[in-house]
């Protein structure tokens, strides 16, 4: 739809590996660009800038998994202004928009610059309907066709049923449902931050939005595949390898979720805490 066989688009390391996944599927090169907390691990329009030619598509996500950073309002419309004036596709990963907590940057969509970009959004998180399998697109008018032929051809409409359930979503009683579980995902949060500086893991990425924090562990490991796994094994506790993340420099960094009950979170603390010393 965006792109051809041997194009080569841009994405930010740490990312959701499915982009690269995804593109590498269609037959494009990914373009990784190692984002650090100099850029609160997002990409900015002066590092695209700074990318060999020819580039095709840069893909975003704002708030980010894993790392749950925001892209400020103003690096957001400097990075689609760029990508306008060099003839590159934006596709602005918005699917964490309304889960952002205080104190964070503001979130802003793409389309407020440019409607150039393909915007994703979807159901799955704000509104917690996850397994229902429903989003939307926004696209420029030259890409409506094709998305209208390719859904078409992939999954002809959604089911009636989470339809329905979408409509339903948009509801003052459903909106104030969803902003009681980012209520609670702010207390899991603060429970997660403040435990994990407690047990020696205190360099963390800016926690904006989504419901993750992207911890560093090289104090403890340089193998957080391994170290995740011996973590399970012995603990019983579940969380992610950086190395999905970022295949350069995730060996150092894990993923911890903080959208279960505020038990949980306390008790896997507890557990974490007490494994820790002997690795």
Request: charged share 15%.
């Amino acid at each position: 739809m965006c792109f051809d066989a041997g194009d080569r688009v841009a994405m930010a390391s740490p990312g959701y590996p499915c982009y690269r996944n995804i593109l590498s599927a269609l037959g494009c090169e990914v373009v990784e660009i190692p984002c650090g907390p100099q850029t609160r691990f997002q990409p900015t329009a002066q590092m695209l800038a700074e990318i060999d030619p020819p580039l095709r598509g840069v893909v975003v996500a704002s708030p980010a998994n894993p790392t749950g950073t925001v892209i400020p309002p103003e690096e957001l419309a400097a990075i689609a202004s760029w990508c306008d004036a060099s003839d590159v596709r934006l596709i602005s990963d918005e699917v964490y928009h309304g889960l952002v907590y205080q104190g964070a940057p503001q979130t802003s969509c793409a389309w407020q610059t440019s409607r150039n970009a393909v915007v994703v959004n979807s159901f799955s998180k704000y509104y917690a309907m996850t397994g229902w399998r429903l989003g939307w697109l926004l696209v420029p008018t030259v890409l409506r066709r094709a998305v209208d032929c390719l859904t078409g051809n992939f999954t002809i409409c959604p089911p009636v049923l989470s339809q329905i359930a979408a409509v339903s979503a948009f509801t003052p009683e459903a909106t104030a449902e969803a902003d009681g579980n980012l209520a609670s995902y702010a207390i899991n949060r603060s429970l997660l931050l403040d435990g994990l500086r407690r047990i020696g893991i205190d360099r963390l990425a800016p926690t904006d939005g989504a419901f993750y924090v992207y911890a560093d562990v090289s104090d403890f490991t340089s193998d957080s595949l391994a170290f995740c796994s011996k973590l399970l094994a012995d603990t019983g506790v579940a969380i992610a390898p950086g190395i999905d993340f970022d295949t350069a420099r995730g060996g150092s960094f894990v993923r911890i979720s903080f959208a279960g009950p505020s038990g949980d979170i306390e008790e896997a603390l507890r557990r974490i805490g007490s494994w820790l010393p002997s690795q």
